[in-house]
């Protein structure tokens, strides 16, 4: 994706972002916005990236690559805008009819009227065909 006459590319990203660039099978993090490194743009470099946390707000983040020709002049940048999804199972642990995020009884289950934890029923029949 990298356009005509790029050799090389440059990373920047928003502090909720982690990247990570693969070159020549080895791995090297970068994750300082900003931090000038420059890498060449051979066949099979890899650029992850990854958020570790939910966004506050839609496209809160950002990762920024730029394109550069022999020499170092500057040819073109591409951007992603990401925005961090948080997925989560909670549970009424203490059966009151709450569902609590942080309930300390979430990870453990006792049986009976005082028990806590959580209660999944799980259908394992073939509905359909």
Known sequence: A???GAVSFGVKHTEGVSVEVMC???AEDRSATGSGTRWPLDEGTVLRFSMSRASTEVNDNKVTVSFYAEGG????QAGVFLTGIGISLDVDADRDGVVEKNNPNKASWTWGPQGHGAILLVSCDKDSP
């Open 2 to 4: 990298a356009p005509a």
């Open 24 to 26: 020549r099978g080895q």
């Open 73 to 76: 002049q500057p040819i073109n």
